[in-house]
């Protein structure tokens, strides 16, 4: 309203003017103001308590001390298919156990299953600024957990849309900003949105959308909840457990018995190598500008630079955009970057492919890979917090399914796929210092052992024998280097024979 006054005051000149813009606010103007910002903070913050009522009592549930919630069953995970349009088939669990009043989270994830089967535990401590991103994450699984944390802290809130069906209300939650869908008519949570950064197409969405709301131990809890990451759907799975208060919360965060790995001592006949540690970027040089770089996607997820004759070769590009970036300063150390590689889509051998890729580098991947890297490089990823330049024609070269391309006498690129694993599968052959790099096809642990062959092992130990390859070392995207008497002893760990 002032503006308004003082805007036509200023072109018009009218006397008398200022003295009508210095006037106080009328009552119409200070509630059109508060429109602005009180207004959509105050309704959101009615629409979450409604909402916190109708799931059980919006007093009570700013009170609870624990949650905890878990699910089981099959998971399609992105990017680690066969191929980069199939997404991998696993057997997954999950419990979340919340202790709210202490700040702390403890997942217990894993897989169930066949020959991957395992489960790990870990503690997040919520008062570590950097773990808020992985606990917005883990908590908006619950929808009690998300209106619990915005009962505590309502001038986070705005109400930013309305429509036929849903009060949209956005609000900070662990650090993020979330926005989340809530039912006219039911109250309930139906879904929840927050910004993600997915390895091929950059910038996009995650959503969750909660369902079978029913009665559950004096409350009202979801039965169900889908995941959908860049619209893919994740999960579409019932929960299995979820509960507001644990009897004892001290017993559901008691200290795990680490399992003794037996398996690994059983089998250890070569001498044990002296693990890089997982903050150290330690590397090992293979005679002339062949370079293991170990650590390079956090870890145990190791890269290769290769110095040809234009230039060093980067190859496996595991981790983050960050990682991606770490990774090419340690490969600049043999000469300007000029190729980067990685020897299949997945996420842990390509999710840093966009910090290591420069203009001036070209891509050579395989075939089956191309549009999945090209996507990768040139996605938009303005949710890094360090701003990212995506390239816009990046320079890609392709090895065709089972063929090669090589680099003078330094360095040989194969299709070894398909393998087992996945349907293209590069490995990469030094011929000087008689080094073969492979990842995903055998791992050989840094206590001396090795990992049992899996199908893949056998077609690496196969690929070797086809190509008459003179390898001295094996060195792994996971695990130590080793050698083909290592190859042989996993596949003697085998209970079936390799696949003819
Ligand atoms: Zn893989």
């Not at 996420?347 to 191309?370: F, K, M, Q, T, Y």
């Not at 060195?475 to 008497?485: E, L, M, Q, S, T």
Request: net charge negative; aromatic share 8%.
């Amino acid at each position: 309203m002032r503006l308004v006054v003082a805007a036509i005051c200023s072109t018009i000149v009218l006397i008398g003017c200022s003295e009508v813009a210095q006037t106080a606010p009328s009552e119409s103007e200070r509630s059109s103001r508060s429109d602005t910002v009180v207004t959509r903070a105050s309704k959101a913050i009615e629409i979450v308590r409604q909402s916190a009522d109708a799931l059980g009592g919006a007093v009570r549930l700013r009170e609870v001390q624990s949650i905890a919630f878990g699910f089981e069953g099959e998971a399609f995970f992105p990017y680690q298919g066969p191929t980069p349009l199939e997404p991998g088939l696993f057997n997954y669990t999950e419990r979340n156990i919340i202790d709210v009043a202490g700040a702390r989270l403890r997942v217990v994830n894993g897989f169930t299953g066949e020959q991957t089967a395992f489960t790990r535990t870990i503690d997040i401590d919520g008062a570590d600024a950097a773990m808020l991103p992985e606990l917005a994450r883990q908590l908006r699984q619950s929808p009690h957990a998300i209106l619990h944390a915005w009962l505590q802290d309502p001038k986070r809130l705005a109400l930013t849309d309305e429509t036929n069906s849903h009060h949209v209300i956005a609000g900070a939650f662990y650090g993020e900003l979330i926005h989340v869908y809530i039912n006219r008519e039911t109250k309930h949570v139906d879904r929840v949105v927050m910004p993600f950064s997915d390895v091929r197409y950059g910038d996009t969405e995650s959503v969750i959308e909660f369902s079978e709301y029913a009665e559950n131990s004096g409350w009202t809890a979801p039965g169900r909840f889908r995941v959908v990451d860049a619209g893919a759907e994740i999960f579409n799975l019932p929960y299995n457990d979820y509960t507001l208060e644990l009897d004892d919360l001290e017993a559901a965060f008691a200290p795990v018995e680490r399992s003794q790995r037996t398996q690994a001592t059983e089998n250890s006949e070569t001498e044990p190598l002296e693990r890089p540690g997982p903050d150290t970027y330690e590397h090992r040089d293979y005679g002339d500008g062949v370079r293991a770089l170990f650590n390079s996607g956090g870890p145990d997820y190791h890269s290769l630079a290769v110095a040809l004759d234009d230039g060093v070769i980067v190859i496996e590009t595991p981790g983050s955009l960050d990682n991606g970036r770490r990774l090419r300063e340690r490969a600049s150390a043999l000469g300007e970057v000029r190729y980067v590689s990685a020897s299949h889509h997945h996420g842990d051998h390509a999710g840093a492919v966009a910090g290591v890729v420069i203009p001036d580098a070209a891509l050579i991947v395989a075939d089956n890979h191309r549009a999945f890297f090209e996507d990768a490089v040139t996605a938009p990823r303005m949710l890094h917090p360090g701003g990212h330049q995506p390239l816009t024609s990046p320079a890609i070269e392709s090895v065709p399914p089972r063929g090669e391309r090589a680099f003078g006498d330094r360095l040989v690129i194969y299709d070894a796929g398909p393998s087992g694993h996945v349907e293209a599968h590069l490995v990469f052959y030094a011929p000087g210092p008689r080094i073969l790099f492979q990842s995903d096809m055998a791992v050989f642990r840094w206590d001396g052992s090795v990992e049992p062959a899996r199908d893949q092992a056998c077609r690496l130990r196969a690929f070797i024998e086809e190509r008459s390859l003179a390898v001295d070392t094996i060195i792994g995207g996971h695990g130590r280097p080793g050698d083909v008497a290592d190859l042989d002893r996993a596949i003697e760990l085998r209970e079936a024979p390799c696949p003819a």
